[in-house]
């Protein structure tokens, strides 16, 4: 029972959500987390609601089990203590704007020359490179700009913004890849890399259906509700106490769904192969609800659950914290207090791996430079 | 120039978009993927829109440049090709539903005991383990059970999905984190591991403000429109010409922001902390948007660029197609046909690593069972 990122150090000098949720991935791996936050205010993040008492529990939630330093990176002292971190970690994340740690001495040429194995993980708003490399950006700025608002939300209503930070949480996922690849080389060769993440640039790569459909048919895919724009039926349907969610991937669900409704549809041509049914996805819907609302939701989920045809329910954030399945699963674990008793809840590590274990709490997050002298005294000691 | 997982062979069972997708990270990355289809149908997402021609531009726009090889599972001739594939492969992606690969004699207990050093990807509806680890699901089906569509729309109005397929995407997204520790932890113990993906969890590990809110408040969240439920100012404004956004992060920002519309609320207790801002974050739009509604979006996106102010237009998928920051960061690709001609358009990778090549191209999409000969060759030739 191993965690495979064991032995490994990673230093953190970013803040809000993206670098603190890739070096949170990298911790439930089994990295040894250092925040390096600025002296005074810390991470952003700090300030950031819900509150438990005077904590951020946003804070809490992403950066529990991490300890915490405060250097001045302007500061002599400081930055001394900083490079024999440095000569220590396997990887150090950042998300200054670009050219930033150029200007404090800690530049990509500078760094790898000094420590050739060490990985630099930089996620920013639009990346290093490009016109607008300079400017800032959050999770609301590049959802709307990278066109994930504009297929979210009803075609006759306002944009909306994906209701998870996917603006910020994407880039987090994918720098923790970057940081995993160069890590797995190095063993090879090394040496450390460069990893370049740009919140925009992510919000791309989720979008490959969007991409094929405007260049491969010259139509801009607009917002659909709850519905799946490549799939059909895979909506929301009304039954007779509220809305609940069916989806059938492939003709033998679809054939499954019909029986189990009563719906003689399987044999009609406009419903017959997936592509039929995306293209005749409206008046399937008002076929499908014409059945459903005549019971309720919990009568339907049973019976095409039964059938094994996916169904849901929608459930709110309190449902999901009670969910027999995802309680099953340790999704949802404790963050513990300085004493070791459960303060609140936070979200599990969805990588399961075999011979690795799959903590059930997780520790407090680190007061503002509260692990300064465990640090010191490490990097002493050895 | 080396890709980080130049000389790893990646088997794919898997169909539709998770697994898919984590493959395409994977070959993004220099891994080598054999797609491995069921004889016939192949992969369901053959038969998704949009179409160019006969072919799934969906499913090309996942899979270019991975080669396939149709085999039955069921059948001892495909099994013992399978075999010599998996004697060679490093890592095996699946996506049955649990319990499949076992009756098929390719469990993990079994695979491993064969082969000590190969890597299993599952990802799978539900996971392997809990009550509901046999039932299917897809990515409707998980942005409902699992919260995010309870967050995504307006309050006033039905939930919708995120318009990006992020119940699949961040399954692939982890799926792919899980084969590289593995692949980094194999380096020192010479040992696979078997990664357990659950679409539904993924889903819980994007919630992480969303969890602590309702366990460290008792208060569950709703939908917030186009507004971030952490940050304000964050949120869409109305211009006089339609809307954009704007995200003010910390106090800097937001004095900032006062100062480029000429708001005398910097000093004002009711903004002076993200905390108050967040909690009279109607009031504080209503104040911004009676500036804004003066002139343009043009105008104010200008403006406050200038200024150093994160804003931007909510762009639709053709202008992320024109987008010059993105055409910068080589962020749209060109799929070739046979001929090596662009066909269309994907999106990039957005791992960006020093010493690697970025592509500006991807290979076509396989035929179902496009490259048997080749592969049966390279078995046998080696």
Redesign the interface.
């Known amino acids: 029972m191993?965690q495979?990122?064991k032995g490994t150090l990673v230093l953190d000098l970013t803040h809000?959500l993206a670098g603190p949720?890739a070096a949170k991935?990298l911790g439930d791996?089994g990295a040894r987390v250092i925040k390096v936050e600025p002296p005074g205010r810390g991470d952003?993040a700090r300030?950031?609601?819900?509150?438990?008492g005077e904590k951020s529990?946003?804070f809490?939630?992403?950066n529990h089990g991490k300890a915490s330093i405060a250097l001045d990176l302007e500061e002599d002292a400081d930055r001394a203590t900083f490079d024999r971190l440095l000569a220590r970690a396997d990887v150090l994340l950042e998300n200054f704007r670009p050219g930033v740690l150029e200007r404090l001495g800690y530049g990509?040429a500078s760094l790898n020359q000094r420590h050739p194995s060490l990985i630099l993980g930089s996620v920013s708003?639009?990346?290093?490179?490009?016109?607008?490399a300079k400017?800032?950006?959050?999770?609301?700025?590049?959802q709307?700009?990278?066109?994930?608002?504009?297929?979210?939300?009803?075609a006759a209503?306002?944009?909306?913004?994906?209701?998870?930070?996917?603006g910020d949480?994407?880039a987090g996922?994918?720098l923790?890849?970057?940081v995993?690849?160069?890590?797995?080389?190095r063993?090879?060769?090394g040496?450390g890399?460069?990893?370049?993440?740009?919140m925009?640039?992510?919000?791309?790569?989720?979008?490959?259906?969007?991409?094929?459909?405007?260049?491969?048919?010259g139509?801009?895919?607009?917002?659909?509700?709850?519905?799946?724009p490549?799939?059909a039926p895979?909506?929301?349907f009304q039954a007779s106490d509220g809305?609940?969610?069916i989806?059938a991937?492939?003709d033998a669900?679809f054939e499954t769904l019909c029986l189990t409704l009563d719906l003689p549809l399987a044999d009609d041509p406009r419903f017959a192969?997936?592509?039929a049914r995306?293209?005749n996805a409206r008046l399937l819907k008002r076929l499908i609800e014409a059945v459903t609302l005549g019971a309720t939701r919990g009568h339907w989920i049973a019976k095409l659950?039964a059938a094994?045809?996916?169904?849901?329910?929608?459930?709110?954030?309190?449902?999901?914290?009670k969910?027999?399945?995802?309680a099953?699963?340790n999704?949802?674990v404790d963050v513990l207090d300085r004493n070791g008793r459960p303060?609140?809840?936070?979200?599990?590590?969805?990588?399961?791996?075999?011979?690795?274990e799959d903590r059930t709490t997780r520790g407090p997050a680190p007061d503002l430079d509260g692990n300064r002298g465990e640090i010191l005294r490490w990097l002493d000691g050895a």
């Open positions: 191993t495979p990122l809000v949720f991935t791996l952003d300030a950031f609601p819900p509150f438990k529990a946003y809490a939630a992403i990509w708003g639009y990346g290093q490179t490009g016109p607008d400017r800032p950006a959050y999770d609301v700025i590049v709307a700009r990278g066109g994930v608002m504009s297929l979210t939300g009803e209503h306002a944009p909306v913004r994906a209701g998870a930070a996917i949480i994407a996922m994918y923790a890849q970057g995993l690849a160069a890590l797995f080389d063993t090879s060769t040496k890399r460069r990893i370049d993440i740009s925009l640039d992510c919000q791309v790569a989720m979008l490959d259906h969007a991409v094929a459909m405007a260049s491969a048919t139509t801009v895919p607009g917002p659909t509700g709850a519905r799946h490549a799939v895979a909506d929301a809305a609940f969610v989806t991937g492939n669900l192969t997936n592509r995306v293209d659950t094994g045809v996916p169904v849901a329910r929608m459930q709110d954030i309190g449902e999901v914290l969910d027999p399945q995802i099953a699963r999704m949802i303060a609140f809840k936070a979200a599990g590590n969805p990588i399961k791996l075999s011979d690795a």
